[in-house]
């Protein structure tokens, strides 16, 4: 868990991570930009003691990149967060897409995501539960239960997208808009094909974790089935 005290961004991987991630304008403004003159990020985490050299092109990670991604094995769907320890060595923590921390065997990067009761609440930002309807469906939008999301530290109301991401860490980008009138997050553009892509039926019950930091773009996650 990123302490809370040195600068860390999340970065949800995408189709296509592999040849590089952008780091968030935000963070690239305030503890990059001017900051210093070097362009070569050195990355550790938790997996193995060794330090992998990363390029920095503009807002981009790439020469380099792939080597760590391949050697901590990381897929679609799994998130990323960055630690920046100084003098440009970032400690990263990767989650798994029903958001646990991923724990790695040594000396060979084996990872497996630790149970969820025994990692730390970063990553379990809100929980909801949302239901398929004819409705929603039909006017490709879910309300849900997202009144109680104003407390969620990992929304913030200018917030216009989100990234829905289902068990298996496929990933659907949709609109986000908070409304004043009542308090309520809407998700808009995008609800019906992520339906229709997980072949849902109308009645089918879904319990999303949303996950960020209130800077960068949110994920919401759903949960896997959890055997009695």
Known sequence: MPNSHKPHF???????????????LGFFSQ???????????????????QTWEVIQEGRRLTGGW??????????IGD???FKHEGDMVFHVTPFGPSCCEIQYTHPHIIKEEAD??????????????????????????????FSGATTCTALNKQCQEIILVNK???????????????????????????????????????????????????LMCVCPEREE
């Open 168 to 218: 298996e860490g496929n990933s659907w980008t949709v609109s986000l808009r908070f409304s004043e009138a009542d308090g309520m997050y809407y998700i808009r553009r995008g609800w019906r094909k992520f339906c229709r892509a997980n072949r849902c039926a109308i009645g089918d019950l879904f319990v999303f974790n949303v996950v960020g930091d209130g800077k960068t773009t949110p």
């Open 66 to 75: 792939k080597d760590f991604t391949t050697a901590h094995d990381l897929q």
């Open 116 to 145: 969820a009761d025994d990692v730390p609440s970063f990553s379990f930002d809100y929980c909801f539960q949302a239901e398929v309807t004819a409705s929603n469906l039909k006017e490709d939008k879910l309300v849900s239960r």
């Open 79 to 81: 998130i990323v967060i």
């Open 10 to 24: 999340l970065k949800p991987l995408l189709p296509d991570f592999h040849s590089g991630v952008t780091i968030p």
């Open 31 to 49: 503890h990059i930009e001017g900051k210093t003159n070097r362009k070569t990020w050195k990355l550790r985490s938790d997996a193995t003691d």
